[in-house]
């Protein structure tokens, strides 16, 4: 069965991947996309694009060739890379709702408060959130004591998965990663809950239905890829520590990957559809005209 699994592998890799890639060189070339929102949608296309390649090729070589060991240093390397995009996929919705509250609550502000600087220091801080939490797990796994066999039953190395293979006390793994998740993703979904209540109690106070809708318009897209990732990511994160006895294993692991695959292939396809901006640009682009480039 694992040549009728790779496919959907396969296909939902190079979506992502081309989708991805056409969005930051659209962002990168296309003037009129040279505003705060596409810069935060360039951040999240480029986390997108570290988190499935550092885990989808290596199931490929599995399910293709094979190829099923990895030596320890490189599984805790492939951890600390998978972690680290996913908490900044988490981090950059955060920075997404936060933009988008600022756009519809303060339109007339909206340019001076959200500076290029501003929007770089960002994302610089919310990368160096998730390296600097997640640095000290990959250590604490690595000074385990390993005694129950080397066989993890996954497509890539999940820090529970290689944390059970110890014969030691994995308690402080545990806490570690429930106090890690708490603190990136609890804090996130915080801000984007708290984000969007402003946003409906602005949007409900306007007058004109025309202006209602267009200001939920433009978070649609957003709203989406907030269900593409904090769904799985949910699953996965309780069943691992509370329902590991109740929920099968092929399920975790089914759901673990489409974690990983799910949010990348669709942010560029919803994005795509549902911003008007990047439509109207991939539609000239499709029909042999230029890209817009001012001096």
């Not at 492939?78 to 933009?99: K, N, P, R």
């Not at 570690?176 to 990136?184: C, E, F, Q, S, W």
């Not at 949010?263 to 230029?290: A, E, F, H």
Request: glycine share 4%.
């Amino acid at each position: 069965m694992h040549l009728w699994i790779s496919f959907p592998f396969c296909t939902m890799y190079v979506v992502a991947v081309v989708g991805n890639c056409g969005l930051l060189c659209l962002i990168r070339y296309e003037d009129s996309l040279h505003r705060t929102m596409y810069y935060f949608l360039a951040m999240l296309s480029f986390t997108d694009l570290v988190m499935c390649t550092t885990t989808v090729p290596k199931a490929l070589c599995i399910f293709w060739f094979h190829l099923k060991e990895i030596s320890f240093d490189e599984c805790l390397v492939q951890m600390f890379f998978i972690y680290t995009s996913t908490g900044m996929e988490s981090g950059v919705l955060m920075l997404m709702a936060l933009d988008r509250y600022v756009a519809i609550c303060y339109p007339l502000r909206y340019s001076a408060i959200l500076t290029n600087p501003i929007i770089a220091k960002a994302g610089l801080a919310t990368f160096l959130r998730v390296a600097l939490l997640f640095i000290p797990l990959m250590f604490i796994t690595k000074k385990l004591p390993y005694c129950r066999g080397n066989i993890i039953y996954h497509t890539y190395c999940d820090h529970m998965s290689v944390a059970k293979l110890s014969c030691g006390n994995i308690k402080v793994n545990v806490i570690y990663g429930l106090m890690v998740a708490l603190l990136i993703g609890g804090f996130d979904i915080l801000c984007i809950t708290i984000s969007y209540t402003m946003i409906l109690r602005t949007v409900v106070s306007l007058s004109s239905a025309d202006a209602r809708q267009k200001a939920f318009s433009t978070c649609t897209a957003h709203i989406c890829a907030i269900v593409f990732s904090y769904s799985p990511a949910f699953f996965c994160f309780f069943s691992h520590r509370f329902g590991g006895h109740i929920i099968p294993a092929s399920c975790h692991i089914i759901v673990a990957n489409i974690y990983l695959l799910l949010p990348p292939t669709m942010n560029p396809v919803v994005y795509g559809v549902k911003t008007k901006q990047i439509r109207d640009c991939v539609i000239r682009i499709l029909s042999g005209s230029k890209i817009t480039k001012s001096p």
